[in-house]
């Protein structure tokens, strides 16, 4: 059995996926791009200022799911370019905190949707 999970506080799904999916005991959240919930206006700037919006947007919908960032136990980072690793990882470094952040892959890719320089999606605990 799965379960959709939407947020009105994180970007609306602009094609056919949900925002995340509870199922098998986990929630499912699709990548996130820094894109503004209230307006739906991507966010023009650097990679650390993306990688902030893309974890807001993460965290409001695992809240909907009744959950946190604290509980993600993976994320995959994608960057359009390796150079952008370290303002991501700071960033990223400041949300993940305690003895067991999760499990992560970062990958460089050809391109993202919007321009976008990160995405990231990430499987948590309800």
């Known amino acids: 059995m799965k379960q959709k999970i939407s947020s009105p506080h994180a970007p609306a799904a602009i094609g056919p996926y949900s925002q995340a999916v509870l199922a098998g005991g986990l929630v499912h959240c699709s990548g996130q791009i820094a894109l503004d919930p209230a307006s739906g206006q991507f966010l023009q700037g650097d990679v650390a200022a993306q990688t902030e919006r893309v974890l807001q947007n993460l965290a409001a919908v695992l809240a909907a799911a009744g959950t946190d960032l604290s509980k993600v136990v993976k994320c995959n980072v994608y960057l359009t370019t390796m150079e952008h690793f ?11 905190v305690g003895d067991c952040p999760p499990a992560r892959a970062t990958v460089a890719v050809a391109g993202l949707p919007r321009g976008a320089l990160v995405e990231i999606d990430c499987v948590a605990l309800p």
């Open 86 to 96: 370290g303002p991501m990882n700071e960033v990223y470094g400041r949300h993940f």
